[in-house]
Nanobody
Framework: VQLQASGGGSVQPGGTLRLSCAAS????????MGWYRQAPGKQRDLVAT???????VYAEALKGRFTISRDNAKNTAYLQMNNLEPEDTGDYYC??????????WGQGTQVTVSS
């Protein structure tokens, strides 16, 4: 499986970004797609995931500001990030898990929130 992430960038506090992650090359259907993030010097943490059937899991602190969605036909997941804060700065990694439970990570896309 190959994952192509896009949409990162630099914004001011209060700004918005939308990340996309397109999966290709999977032999088996992809079940879960999602996003994790890693701030400088910190561990990689869950942002949000969505199953093929639409079930979502969010990091509690991000509920209400971040929204995950996906287009199953395109094997693409999206992360809408609103009201961004400097603490949201980091590298955002896309994850895809197929129905056999095998994980693939994307290359990471950088998000910087700064005034």
């Amino acid at each position: 499986v190959q994952l192509q992430a896009s949409g990162g960038g630099s914004v001011q506090p209060g700004g918005t970004l939308r990340l996309s992650c397109a999966a290709s090359g999977s032999i088996l259907p992809i079940n879960v797609m999602g996003w994790y993030r890693q701030a400088p010097g910190k561990q990689r943490d869950l942002v949000a995931t969505m199953s093929r059937g639409g079930s979502t899991v969010y990091a509690e602190a991000l509920k209400g500001r971040f929204t995950i969605s996906r287009d199953n036909a395109k094997n693409t997941a999206y992360l809408q990030m609103n009201n961004l804060e400097p603490e949201d700065t980091g590298d955002y990694y896309c994850l895809a898990m197929d129905i056999a439970g095998r994980n693939t990570w994307g290359q990471g896309t950088q998000v910087t929130v700064s005034s």
